[in-house]
């Protein structure tokens, strides 16, 4: 079993520092908002889904660090407690998702006490939590039945256990699909320049046993080209209501590659995933990192020093190029505003 990415204990967020993966397994005590918010800005916890949960505890520490004297200032606290926290990553929309489910919590309770809503926050967070492992163990049953050979796949960043509360959104679809004898050997991108496949996804394929090899990141067209893929598995940072998804800096290239060599391309994310408030991947807002995060490995200059170097975080790739999105909800063929629509239902926007 994959080590927890991150849970409570006794009033405490306990964070898996992921910066310290594969070599050390050591957690963070956050026990402030202000240390939630730290975990998430310098990745020590990253991944989508992981930053929702993350967010949902956060709102809950952040409800007791205060002593508040009425629930209306209570609330006040909270809903700027909330924006800080959004803030400490722009694309990945399940922060935000995570935020509001506990701000809408404190709406639901506002005529209730302040012990009470505290209570019921952290009963929120933890269901955030839960649910996010079933909803990644539906994602990969669901994913698992679009391979019926079994087959080498190829996938990029980590959208594991470690990017969720566990099982993981593409990494559960190759989990369940490997459960059921349909993977031959899972080919791991080592995704520069934050190296999520080399550190964290082949740390986690390795301890499960499932066969797979790592390849860097300019060698994915060769094999494609060779034939020796079958399909591509990715997760997403934010799907816009026709489909464009974000998802991490590389993406875009390997559905490229994908579409010219006639294999398909598969994206697997939670219905949270979704922003139905965007037309399209253009409004996504891209994060750039540091440029230090290119130029240096392991605290090492790779580059000449004083070399600057570009760090947009994630890419987005246009729903022409996806052949499905794997949803808790079912498969999404040819995603598109219409094809959406049909499994998340009308909330999908017209815009
Ligand atoms: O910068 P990161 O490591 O947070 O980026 C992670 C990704 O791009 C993942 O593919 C995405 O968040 C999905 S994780 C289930």
Redesign the pocket.
Known sequence: MIARTLYLDKDILKILDQRLLPSTVFYIDCKTKEDTFDCIKD?AI??????GVAAGYGMYLASCEKEFNNISEMKKYLDKAGKYLISA?PT?VNLFWGVNRILNVVKKYIGSNIIELKLRIREEANKIYNEDIEINKKIGENGAKLFNKKSTILT?????AL??AGW????GVIRSAYNQNKVKMVYVDETRP?L?GARLTAWELLQEKIPCVLITDNMAGHFISKGEIDAVV????RIASNGDTA??IG?YSLAVLCNYNKIPFYI??PVS?FDIKISDGKKIKI?FRSSDEVVLINKKHVAPVNMKALHP??DVTPHELITAIITEKGVIKKPSVKTIRAILGKRVARH
Do not use: S, W
Request: charged share 15%; glycine share 12%; proline share 3%.
């Open positions: 990745m990253r991944g989508a889904p992981a930053i990553r990945a990029h960043c980590n959208a594991g990017a969720t993981g959104t593409a990494l934050y999520q990715v997760g997403a940072d998802n991490k993406t697997a994310a995933t994060e975080a994630f």
